[in-house]
């Protein structure tokens, strides 16, 4: 839900249902690094509601845009991380180092038991 004025649209609050601080600070940040945001901010109006708002105010283009675009910058962002630690993941797995450490044995985990 948007909240703003039909004048001016530069300027809005959005109201995000079942979201809490890890999207709205996420969006916060993403908004912050872009030079048509003169100011973004967040609030959550009573922590026993799922609910954020998020206030974008802009150097003229449509608030409901910078956010779109926020939004599309923090998917990719978030897409990058996950592509990187897939192919970090991939590369431990293909380095031997699971089979020296030994993690999937379950006989030595037998044996330290019975040694105790």
């Known amino acids: 839900m948007e909240h703003g004025s039909f004048s001016d649209n530069s300027a809005a609050t959005f109201s995000l249902t ?8 996420s969006v916060r940040f993403t ?4 030079p048509r945001v003169t100011f973004s901010g967040y609030s959550i109006p009573h922590p026993s509601q799922a609910r954020v708002n998020i ?12 956010l ?5 910058d923090l998917m990719l962002m978030c897409r990058h991380v996950r592509s ?12 031997n180092a699971v089979k020296a450490m030994k ?3 379950k006989e030595e985990s037998s ?6």
Request: charged share 40%; hydrophobic share 25%.
């Open 18 to 25: 079942d979201e809490d601080h890890t999207l709205a600070n």
């Open 31 to 34: 908004l912050n690094q872009d």
């Open 55 to 66: 206030r974008v105010q802009t150097t003229g283009d449509p608030a409901s845009e910078v």
């Open 68 to 72: 779109k675009d926020a939004c599309q």
């Open 84 to 95: 990187t630690f897939d192919k970090a993941v991939e590369d431990f797995k293909a380095s």
């Open 103 to 105: 993690i999937d044995s």
């Open 111 to 116: 044996d330290s038991e019975e040694s105790e």
